[in-house]
């Protein structure tokens, strides 16, 4: 299990980008996101970063997305990233 | 075949994922100048998900790692070596010493990760003056290594002069990193022309480096990508005389004569040579343009 200790960030709200910021909870996975295509998308960007949080072992976060159309491989790095920055190592 | 090799920056995804549209024989994923210290994480990651889950169908993929003289050329490796790009670029490179060290660290992530041995390739940037004195040792000292390339940026600096667009500075630079590249039969690749909004100053820039020998050149922006690819492909009069230079061969061959003139001109064996190496770039360059335009 890897433990959120401190808010992290990772990506840019640049075109194709996307914006990831981590934050410690307790307990759960609290997920907000906002994306310009957010009706066709929501979901699927939703289940990405879900996928990546539990590929890291993430279960405990507050996670803020702000997306800008970024492809699937774009979200999968923003979020490594900012978790790798916010674990604390 | 590579004639133009387009620098794109690591940690940019709006230009990444358009990589592969850009025209380019090959684009280079920079690692290093392009991405500040503090985003060189991110850009890593970025990097490799982007060789891993983007198709880049249409060009090669070569990534810029950072120079041995940082914390980052390893974890840059750890990244990317797994996933095989068809070269990485080691930066500032100096000495055969300098290639050895990557080449050592390679070898070992090939073992870890059941890749063949001398797998991953080498195309080391050349931009110090050390480098350019060592350039014939740089490009023997490893399997490894499948061309070089001149950074004019860099060296200038390093021989304190100012890069200028006519090239003066970089001249000896260049005629030498060609003759040690040739020597030891590996391609050679020219700086980029950096003055991004000088569509004609691009031709003469490339025509020259193409006179002196280079394979080809890169560039730092996509506008200047069709005018390298334009001078670094032969020209149709060129493919034409190539073929009259193979047919007269096949000819003579036929009538047992040893002396061969075309054109009142005696065809030599390096005529020959030139004109095999232009019929095999003009297929190359047509079996390319069937999977997309130019």
Known sequence: MTKIVKKAYAGTIESSDVYVELEPKDVGLDIQIESVVL??????????????????????????????????????????????RGEGK | MRRSMLFLPGNTPNIIINGDSLGADAVILDLEDAVSPSEKDAARILVRNAIKLMKFENCEVIVR??????????????EIVPLKPDLIMPTKTSSAADVQ???????????????????VKLIPLIETALGVENAFRIATVSKRISALFLGGEDLTADLRCKRTKDGNEIDYARKRIVCAARAAGVDVYDTPFTDV????????????????????????????????????????????????????????????????????????????????????????????RGGRHE
Not at chain 2, 65 to 78: C, F, H, Q, V
Not at chain 2, 101 to 119: A, V
Request: charged residues 30%; proline residues 2%; aromatic residues 8%.
């Open chain 2, 65 to 78: 790692i950072n120079s041995l003289d940082t914390d980052y050329w390893k974890s840059d490796l750890d």
């Open chain 2, 101 to 119: 060290i990557i080449d050592s660290y390679i070898t070992e992530l090939e073992r870890k990760f059941s890749i063949g041995p001398n797998t």
């Open chain 2, 197 to 288: 909004n000088d569509d004609e100053g691009i031709y003469a820039d490339a025509e020259y480096a193409k006179s002196l020998g280079f394979t080809g050149k890169s560039a730092v922006s996509p506008r200047h990508v069709a005018a390298i690819n334009e001078v670094f492909s032969p020209s149709q009069k060129d493919v034409d005389y190539a073929y009259e230079v193979m047919e007269a061969i096949r000819i003579a061959k036929e009538q047992g004569r040893g002396a061969i003139a075309l054109h009142g001109k005696m065809i030599d064996a390096p005529i020959v040579a030139r004109a095999q190496q232009t019929i095999a770039m003009a297929e190359e360059l047509l079996s390319m």
């Open chain 1, 39 to 84: 009706n066709q998308f929501g979901d699927a960007i939703r289940e990405v970063v879900i996928e990546v949080l539990e590929q890291f072992g993430v279960q405990d976060a507050k996670v803020k997305i702000v997306d800008r159309g970024a492809l699937d491989c774009v979200i999968r790095a923003r979020v490594e990233a900012a978790i790798k």
